[in-house]
């Protein structure tokens, strides 16, 4: 038993830090919801209760749940593991201030569209995994993946098979249809845009590198700040600084 714990807790420890972050607070929100601690009403998008009633966590909170422990849960999580974890260690590895961005860029995207009527979704998880899903698939979008053991297909078309069992097993095809819009609105102004213009209008926002190297997330290779060690004076008068890179 105690093997397996260390070898869980070395498995963790090994995890880039945002999609670490990320899949913890999903997994925490549905011990807390199954608990009943919290419930997913108390966590869901709203507008009039987030500007009449100012319920502003509701801005956030939405995308950490992922639906009470089952097995529609248990996958979205190993997405966030498996297709997370890769795309912040292979695409964007050394470059966390730009995976992070891409995370606020696809927040930012799925509540001005969940704004609309006819696109509104309440619960922001699944979306968000499905973006993180779209934009793996379309880095590495020749891998072979073996759904289930019954069908091999190459992994760009992934996100649609995940789209068309959920229509098949019942669940909705907005939230998963939201997420893939998402990623391809992102992937486009990123990576397709710039490689045909040599223009880029997705570039990563100074404060998202500042927040990396204040709290020392990952690495940012050519990142424009740098944390600049302080040793000036002590106690109570002793802080970080920054510096940019010119």
Same mark, same amino acid.
């Given at each position: &038993?105690?093997?397996? /714990?260390?070898? $869980?807790?070395?498995?963790?420890?090994?995890?880039?830090? /945002? %999609?670490?972050?990320?899949?913890?607070? @999903?997994?925490?929100? #549905?011990?807390? @919801?199954?608990?009943?601690? !919290? #419930?997913?009403?108390?966590?869901?998008?709203?507008?009039?209760?987030?500007?009449?009633?100012?319920? /502003?966590?509701?801005?956030?909170?939405?995308?950490?749940?992922?639906?009470?422990?089952? /097995?529609?849960?248990?996958?979205? !999580?190993? &997405?966030?593991?498996?297709?997370?974890?890769?795309?912040?260690?292979? $695409?964007?590895?050394?470059?966390?201030?730009?995976?992070?961005?891409? &995370? +606020?860029?696809?927040? +930012? %995207?799925?509540?001005?569209?969940?704004?609309?009527?006819?696109?509104? %979704?309440?619960?922001?998880? *699944?979306?968000?995994?499905?973006?993180?899903?779209?934009?793996?698939?379309?880095?590495?979008?020749?891998?072979?993946?073996?759904?289930?053991?019954?069908?091999?297909?190459?992994?760009?078309?992934?996100?649609? $098979?995940?789209?068309? !069992?959920?229509? *098949?097993?019942?669940?909705?095809?907005?939230?998963?249809?939201?997420?893939?819009?998402?990623?391809?609105?992102?992937?486009?102004?990123?990576?397709?845009?710039?490689?045909?213009?040599?223009?880029?209008?997705?570039? #990563?926002?100074?404060?998202?590198?500042?927040?990396?190297?204040?709290?020392?997330?990952?690495?940012?290779?050519?990142?424009?700040?740098? !944390? $600049?060690?302080?040793?000036?004076?002590?106690?109570?008068?002793?802080?970080? =600084?920054?510096?940019? =890179?010119?």
């Amino acid at each position: &038993m105690n093997l397996m /714990i260390n070898l $869980a807790l070395g498995y963790y420890n090994t995890l880039p830090p /945002i %999609s670490k972050a990320y899949g913890t607070l @999903c997994f925490l929100t #549905t011990v807390l @919801c199954q608990l009943q601690i !919290l #419930t997913p009403g108390f966590l869901a998008l709203y507008y009039p209760f987030v500007f009449k009633k100012f319920e /502003i966590w509701r801005l956030f909170t939405s995308f950490f749940f992922l639906g009470k422990f089952s /097995i529609n849960f248990g996958i979205r !999580l190993l &997405m966030i593991a498996r297709y997370g974890v890769q795309l912040e260690k292979g $695409a964007f590895e050394k470059r966390t201030a730009d995976f992070l961005w891409m &995370m +606020i860029f696809g927040a +930012i %995207s799925l509540l001005v569209l969940s704004a609309i009527p006819f696109l509104q %979704s309440f619960l922001l998880g *699944i979306p968000m995994v499905s973006m993180l899903l779209y934009v793996w698939s379309r880095e590495y979008p020749n891998s072979q993946i073996n759904m289930y053991g019954l069908v091999q297909l190459r992994s760009f078309y992934l996100p649609w $098979a995940m789209l068309a !069992l959920d229509v *098949i097993f019942g669940s909705e095809i907005l939230p998963g249809l939201l997420g893939i819009m998402v990623g391809h609105l992102y992937y486009y102004f990123a990576v397709l845009y710039p490689l045909a213009s040599g223009k880029s209008y997705l570039k #990563t926002p100074m404060w998202v590198h500042r927040i990396v190297a204040r709290f020392r997330l990952g690495v940012q290779a050519n990142s424009p700040v740098r !944390l $600049a060690n302080t040793n000036t004076g002590s106690g109570a008068f002793r802080g970080r =600084s920054y510096r940019l =890179s010119q």
